[in-house]
């Protein structure tokens, strides 16, 4: 049987309200939280808001909380020196705060107090503790469409600015874990979104379903259309990209056109032209589900996403955009990544006054020889989220973090799922503190304003809500057992758009079907009292 949902007419009651931001605690919303920048693929300039820190009513927060990782060391880790590896690989910080860090005695590898200098082997395993800010995301709610309770899965619209899983900075502000806070429905994820794509998407209810689903997805049987406001007059007819594509950059998460990619087709077609603002909205129908396809394929057209951070700033990409792809001509200085790797072996990674981290890790992480060109994009990237993260360049505060480590580890008793994304650095087994215990931590002697209160960084200003996502909206999804659902517009992609990115095109409102979920298992649960 196949449903729809119904495209513009039926009324949604405003649920803002309803969201839960945080906890009910009246003194939270009052304290600055999220350690970020937006853009978990690259730094992008913040707005100023004229609202305090953490009362911005667009954006959502949580209170930070004591976090301990623990990870067992990486293949691209071994034989290197531990401070070159978190300065690398984690971009959160300095490296001077790292340095610190690792000094003070807040990290161990196998139990034992690791010193910046120490040099990872195979099998390591490393325990971390931090205090987690989390980035504030956008205000919007997660939209239910429908629950199918019998066939175990369920309809939802996600907001930009939300990744669908617990990653990298994010774990309390991700969709599987808000469904769960939010509204009480324990969820599976079926496909991925970026997480600053918004849009459709279908949940499973059940591992099985879960399983069941992510195959018709895998198989190609789903078919999906998206909807993007892009740079420039894109043209009338329907264009097909069929480009290969493969990342080549974790850190940002780059993706470029090249033959040792995976192939992918695109295939678009323009919806209206706004000469105002010199952008077009434009249908896009991916024919495979590569990471960044609409988005790299786009900017392969010389039409980038309007808004996208990565792969639409001249300051990066030139004035050209990025059209074209980029050059794949091997640089002279590059190496290959086996080659890279060994390098690395036993000491080969000498302790230095500074890191590199423009350039350091470039050759360990791409899967093939980049161009000079490839490796100037991703220096300038990296620096971009470096400079917009300035805040974070700690060097005012001193403090000892391995009374943390102790008592975290001997008051710890509540486990969180295992984290298993791809582009976590630290994806591992993962247990959390109580996040209202007292800071365990030593207090400066000096604390300068601005800075947290219990773990002693700078505390950054809120990001502007509007450059926590991108104009790449999942519009229609129609698979062979679910049948075809679909969100209407958002008020971006209108041909008459008058700047506000929030709501739908022409006032159109979705259904509230919650209340009637809940009312469904009520009685269910009447009616399973009454036969018991």
């Known amino acids: 049987m196949s449903s729809t949902t119904p495209s513009s007419q039926v009324p949604l009651p405003d649920r803002l309200h309803q969201l839960k931001i945080q906890e009910s605690d009246e003194n939270e919303i009052d304290r600055p939280s999220g350690t970020s920048t937006p853009g978990a693929e690259v730094g992008v300039v913040l707005g100023r808001s004229s609202h305090p820190k953490g009362m911005n009513p667009k954006l959502r927060y949580i209170k930070p909380y004591w976090w301990p990782y623990k990870t067992h060391v990486k293949q691209r880790w071994i034989g290197r020196q531990i401070l070159e590896v978190i300065t690398t690989e984690f971009r959160d910080r300095s490296m001077e705060y790292y340095r610190h860090a690792l000094e003070s005695g807040v990290t161990r590898v196998n139990g034992v107090t690791a010193r910046p200098d120490l040099v990872l082997r195979d099998g390591d395993r490393i325990d971390n503790t931090v205090h987690r800010h989390e980035p504030p995301i956008t205000n919007d709610p997660i939209l239910v469409l429908h629950i199918d309770r019998k066939k175990e899965f369920v309809v939802i619209s996600k907001p930009g600015s939300a990744p669908v899983h617990a990653t990298g900075r994010y774990f309390r502000h991700s969709v599987l874990e808000m469904m769960e806070s939010d509204y009480g429905i324990k969820c599976y994820s079926v496909n991925r979104l970026d997480r600053l794509t918004s849009g459709l998407m279908i949940l499973a209810l059940s591992g099985k379903a879960a399983s069941r689903l992510a195959t018709e997805f895998a198989q190609g049987k789903v078919e999906k259309e998206y909807v993007a406001r892009v740079k420039g007059k894109f043209p009338e007819e329907e264009v097909t990209v069929d480009q290969p594509l493969l990342t080549v950059d974790r850190q940002m998460g780059l993706v470029i056109i090249t033959p040792e990619g995976k192939d992918a087709v695109t295939i678009f077609k323009r919806i209206s032209y706004d000469a105002e603002r010199d952008q077009s909205v434009v249908r896009c129908r991916p024919q495979t589900g590569r990471t960044h396809q609409i988005r790299v394929h786009l900017q392969y057209l010389g039409h980038p996403i309007a808004n996208d951070p990565l792969y639409s700033t001249s300051e990066v990409w030139g004035q050209d955009l990025g059209k074209g792809g980029v050059n794949l001509t091997p640089a002279a200085a590059g190496t290959s990544r086996m080659a890279a790797l060994q390098a690395r072996v036993g000491s080969a990674a000498p302790i230095k006054k500074t890191v590199d981290r423009d350039h350091d890790d470039i050759d360990l992480t791409s ?73 365990p931590l030593k207090a400066p002697a000096y604390l300068p304003p601005g800075f947290c209160g219990e773990c002693f960084v700078p505390l950054p200003d809120d990001p502007d809500p509007e450059t926590l996502f991108i104009y790449l909206h999942a519009l229609r999804y129609t698979t062979p057992d679910l049948g075809t659902w679909e969100t209407p517009l958002p008020r971006w992609a209108g041909e008459n758009w008058d700047g506000d990115w929030r709501g739908w095109c022409d006032g159109a409102v979705i259904e509230d079907i919650l209340q009637e979920d809940k009312e469904r298992q009520r009685q269910k649960e009447q009616r399973k009292g009454t036969l018991d």
Do not use: M, N
């Open 367 to 439: 899967p093939i020889l980049l161009s000079e060109q490839a490796r100037s994009i991703i220096s300038k990237l990296r620096r971009q989220k470096d400079e917009a993260e300035d805040w974070i360049k700690w060097k005012e505060v001193i403090f000892t973090a391995k009374q943390a480590q102790d008592e975290l580890e001997g008051s710890q008793t509540q486990s969180q799922p295992t984290s298993t994304s791809s582009t976590d650095p630290s994806d591992g087994e993962i247990k959390s503190s109580d996040p209202h215990a007292p800071s």
